[in-house]
């Protein structure tokens, strides 16, 4: 049966072509789904239009937009194996991974629900005896929510939390290949009493039905979490209708191994760093530097932990490496590998797809670790998004610093050393909007993430990060009892 998607709080097929979400590991079929067409995108965005206005919604309080966010945050929990097993089987990531995610996507929703019955509108007076001034912050509108395939659950909550705590209706266009748990997540919300129109899950390609919904005149913001070309042409459009937006996208991020670091630790933790999703994650450390003094213990260890990797069925515990999303990202990952080869890069572990028995249906890669390149090396400066680290090694710290900031990228970066303060001036240093000091990857939904340079414009998460889907509004009242003298 075809699946329906959600338009204007209504389940109904699509009017657009039907699409087929794929199982990464086996490429097995594991549900059909009608996809949106245009008159579809248009009443979706009319009817949320008029959902925000009303003003049992605009004006709602904050605590019961709050009340809304909490049960989600319960439903997730409660259905947190189901949701996991579902995310899985969209885009092959293992269980354990898809399990945090669903369980971060519930922090998040209760975190916001939280931070949305705390935020303040500013008395902004300044012994000013004849008026009082206020900012207030309204909501925006109609907000366009695009995500990408590879951690859907987490970045869907982390859009539709703040964006419906601050006022506003949404519009979701998930990755069309990980459609399943965007439309389940519209069943949740429904669930937890969001009123109708206020959210819609509009299934359909990027470059049809995503350009679409930015374009269209009542949508007043866009928050996109995507590739950089796709983000920058949505900044395009935004520029046009003179719109915010909120960006967050690829990463080549350095990772610096230090003289002093623990070398346990460290190599556990770049490992994590870059192999974990299979390298499809937008923070993957994928540019190595370590110190020329601990340069080949180091590279020796981290080899040897690569190669006790467990690359293997998303759906059988204990894998560290699930499927990649699918072939055509697989032809990709290995053609930047090929690449390497010829530019001078020598694979000192991985480097090829797994071929024989049952994995060969989906789209396992070898985790794989590149030496003897140059920074400058295209295979060092493009977003690979798969499961490839190149190793560079280093002297000079201000060569250091060069070096991991010449990228066009800026999102994230890692410092392993024991030395805190040499750390805290590295990581004043590094052009990136996110460092981690002998940890990596690890993430607080009060700390707000986002990009320097090509990596994004704006910051998600935080307590304020409501405000980024609202906006200010400055209120004079007159206290002079006494008329304007000025038409004397
Ligand atoms: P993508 O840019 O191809 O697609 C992202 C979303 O945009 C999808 O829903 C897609 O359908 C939609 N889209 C594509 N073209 C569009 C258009 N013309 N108009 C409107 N929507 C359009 O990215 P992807 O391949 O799905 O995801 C991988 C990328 O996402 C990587 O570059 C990764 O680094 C980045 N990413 C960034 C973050 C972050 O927080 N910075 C997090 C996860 C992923």
């Known amino acids: ?23 990464p590991a086996d490429q097995s079929v594991n549900a059909e789904i009608s996809t949106a067409s245009l008159d579809d995108v248009n009443e979706a965005v009319e009817k949320a239009d008029l959902a925000w206005r009303q003003s049992s919604w605009r004006n709602s309080m904050p605590h019961e937009r709050a009340r809304i966010l909490y049960k989600v945050a ?21 269980l354990a991974e898809t399990r945090a995610l669903t369980l971060s996507a519930a922090a998040t929703a209760r975190y916001v629900a939280a931070a949305c019955e705390t935020l303040n509108d500013e008395l902004t007076t ?15 509108g109609v907000v366009a929510a695009i995500t990408p395939w590879n951690s859907p659950i987490a970045s869907e909550v982390q859009k539709l939390a703040p964006a419906l705590a601050g006022g506003n209706a949404v519009i ?20 937890a009493g ?37 983000g920058r042409h949505l900044a395009h459009i935004a520029a046009d209708k003179l719109i915010t937006t909120s960006l967050e996208l690829g990463g080549k991020s350095p990772t610096i191994v230090m003289q002093d670091a623990d070398i346990e630790l460290a190599a556990k933790g770049v490992a994590y760093g870059i192999f974990s999703s299979a390298g499809q994650a937008c923070i993957a450390g994928s540019r190595l530097f370590v110190h020329h003094s601990i340069y080949d213990q180091f590279l020796n260890r981290l080899v040897e932990i690569t190669k006790g990797l467990r690359v293997g069925h998303p759906e059988t515990a204990g894998m560290h490496l ?29 480097g090829e797809a797994l071929t024989e028995g049952d994995l060969a249906k989906g789209s396992f890669y070898l985790p794989t670790i590149i030496t003897g390149l140059n920074n400058s090396a295209q295979t060092c400066q493009e977003e690979i998004f798969g499961p490839v680290l190149v190793v560079m090694k280093y002297d000079d710290e201000a060569d250091l610093i060069a070096q991991a900031n010449d990228s066009c990228f800026g999102l994230a970066a890692g410092i392993w050393t024991e030395n805190y303060r040499k750390a805290w001036q590295l990581a004043r240093a590094l052009e990136v909007g996110t460092v981690w000091i002998n940890t990596y990857k690890k993430f607080s939904i009060s700390a707000p993430f986002g990009g320097f ?8 998460k935080g307590r304020l990060g409501i405000l980024a889907y609202m906006q200010q509004k400055s209120i004079y009242m007159g206290l002079s009892e006494q008329p304007n003298p000025w038409c004397d």
């Open 322 to 350: 699930g499927s990649l999303i699918n072939p055509k990202h697989l032809a990709s990952v290995d053609a930047y590998v090929q690449l390497a080869k010829k530019e001078g890069g020598q694979v000192l572990v991985g």
């Open 194 to 230: 969001l009123p109708k129109g206020l959210l819609s899950v509009l299934v359909g390609r990027g470059s049809v039905i995503g350009d679409a919904i930015v374009k269209h005149p009542l949508v007043r913001k866009i928050s996109f979490t995507g590739g950089t070309s796709t």
């Open 172 to 191: 979701l266009k998930p990755a069309e290949v990980t459609s399943l748990i965007a439309l389940e997540l519209a069943k949740i919300f429904e669930e």
């Open 453 to 460: 340079k090509e990596s994004g414009i704006g910051r998600e």
């Open 1 to 23: 049966m075809v699946k329906e998607i959600y338009i204007a709080g209504e389940w109904r097929l699509g009017r657009g072509d039907k699409i087929q979400s794929v199982f």
């Open 126 to 140: 300044q012994r000013a005896p004849d008026f009082m001034t206020m900012s207030v912050h309204e909501p925006v």
């Open 74 to 94: 319960d439903i997730i929990e409660a259905r947190v194996d189901e949701l996991s097993r579902l995310q899985t089987r969209d885009n092959g990531k293992p």
